[in-house]
């Protein structure tokens, strides 16, 4: 059976509408499920509404527009309203039923060809079921509830294999974040996501980020609230320690590469989850994360058995590992079963080096612009797969005072006192780069001293002598003492 496809771009011609390049990558798409993630004033409302528009010409169709009220559904229903009813005068033509009443929440066309558009408001959940749906438009779908969306609006898609768009403004990390990064991975071909700051919009800031007004706007708003309605990301918020961290550049699909090292970084837990992250290290001193283990409540043999257990790419190899200095035993036993380990005291003691390190990936310098302002670049990748370790990236952030002012331990070398949170992959992570770029211990050891694996009654004296994680940091920092695999 052939489906009719209404000809977009002649149809824009037809009514007059020119989108904006950002605007165009959104009308191009061809993914059944799309998340437009904008910021204040990029047009959203006005590019969702108008890419329904050609679908109403289409016979025996329903769409709906459901917003989280009537008031935020109107704002799509008021451009296809003033499009086709009022500009295309189609409002003349007594075969076109229509109803525009936002007190009452009555608001639909309903065309001859049997092809329906009306506004739902999910505050009134009981108005939501029932029908089989072949498009739908969540409008400021950041504001929905999920099960708005999964238990009402995914169910009516099904029979008819229907798709829904997403516009919105963020807000935090919700359920929608979860939507929005299936669009991100290639894994799922029927989504499309972006991130459509207000600049992109080259009619409202024709300077783009220099605009003037984006400037006053940047000056004159807290650095969470512009990011989030302005600069639309997800996770701005105060206290943010990685507020280099964006997961639309720096989350992707990744391929083990063969012809790179491997290293595996270690936070060792038992009750908090033991975090064993891979990642790969690129000639140009890039980092890409590709895969971990993250578990509680398995000892450290047991994390040793499911890891040479478990499936490996073709050409798959593990170089080295770098862990948690405060437990020697471990790293014995990651040596003995696994593959070499190495874990240094100062790659734990020195906290705001290791994090600054880390940020310095994130956002890697790369040049100068046309007027010497810096060019940045990500040189830090993480694989979708790697969920536990995305989570941490978005959420991580400092405690806050009695007063709710986040402390600030800008220098300290240690993190702040009551830092209890999920961490434990950036933990990881910051003592494998910590070993890798600052402490010099990717060299094989086998290559500098001859060494020979350490006997419990070692193992037991180097407890002795750190009684506590930071007792042990302070030992290996003042004595220069150096914990590998086969050294105590």
């Given amino acids: 059976m052939t489906q009719r496809v209404i000809d977009k771009r002649a149809f824009f011609e037809k009514i007059g509408y020119t989108p904006h390049e950002k605007q165009g990558l959104y009308h191009a798409s061809k993914a059944r499920f799309r998340y437009p993630n904008c910021g204040r004033r990029f047009g959203k409302s006005t590019m969702a509404g108008r890419d329904m528009e050609p679908k109403l010409f289409l016979p025996e169709k329903t769409y709906w527009i459901v917003g989280p009220t009537y008031d935020l559904g109107e704002k799509e229903f008021r451009v296809i309203w003033q499009d086709l009813i009022v500009k295309q005068r189609m ?12 007190k009452q929440g009555n608001m639909f066309i309903q065309f001859p060809w049997t092809t329906r558009l009306e506004v ?8 939501l079921v029932g029908e089989a749906l072949d498009w739908v438009i969540m409008s400021e779908a950041a504001k929905h509830r999920q099960d708005t969306w999964e238990k009402y609006i995914r169910p009516a898609l099904a029979d008819r294999r229907g798709g829904a768009d997403f516009p919105t403004t963020p807000e935090g990390y919700n359920w929608l974040y979860d939507e929005w990064m299936h669009g991100q991975d290639k894994e799922f071909p029927d989504y499309e996501s972006w991130r459509f700051p207000a600049w992109d919009n080259s009619a409202v800031y024709p300077g783009s980020i220099n605009d003037p007004e984006i400037k006053l706007l940047r000056r004159t708003m807290s650095q969470e609230a512009f990011m989030q309605e302005i600069g639309a990301e997800f996770g701005s918020f105060v206290g943010k320690i990685y507020g280099e961290w964006d997961p639309s550049a720096h989350v992707d699909n990744i391929q083990f590469n063969p012809a790179w090292p491997n290293y595996m970084a270690i936070d060792f837990g038992y009750v908090d989850a033991s975090a064993w992250i891979e990642f790969q290290v690129s000639p140009q001193d890039e980092i890409f994360v590709w895969r971990e283990h993250y578990q509680s409540f398995m ?7 499911f890891i040479k257990r478990r499936e490996n ?9 770098f862990a948690d200095a405060a437990d020697p035993e471990g790293i014995a036993k ?29 956002e890697r310098e790369i040049g100068e612009d046309e007027y010497g302002g810096p060019i940045y670049a990500p040189a830090f990748f993480v694989d979708f797969s790697c969920e536990n370790t995305i989570w941490e990236f978005n959420n991580y952030r400092t405690p806050s005072s009695a007063k709710g002012v986040p402390i600030k331990p800008a220098n300290s070398t240690k993190a702040p006192a009551g830092m209890k949170q999920r961490d434990h992959a950036l933990d990881a992570l910051r003592y494998g780069a910590m070993h890798k770029f600052v402490l010099g211990a990717t060299y094989h050891l086998a290559d500098v001293a001859v060494m020979n694996l350490p006997t419990v009654g070692q193992i037991a004296e180097a407890r002795a002598v750190a009684s506590t994680a930071a007792e042990f940091a302070l030992t290996g920092t003042e004595s220069g003492f150096f914990t590998t695999f086969g050294e105590f």
Wanted: with cysteine.
């Fill in 91 to 102: 409002g003349r033509d007594k075969t076109i039923k229509k109803a525009y009443n936002k």
């Fill in 120 to 127: 739902r408001s999910a505050d009134h959940p009981e108005n």
């Fill in 299 to 305: 000892t450290i043999d047991e994390h040793i058995s």
């Fill in 313 to 321: 790419p073709p050409g798959y190899h593990l170089d080295l590992a």
């Fill in 334 to 362: 990651v040596a003995t079963g696994l593959v070499q380990c190495v874990g240094d005291p100062m790659a734990k003691q020195n906290w705001r080096e290791g994090v600054e390190l880390i940020k310095g990936f994130l």
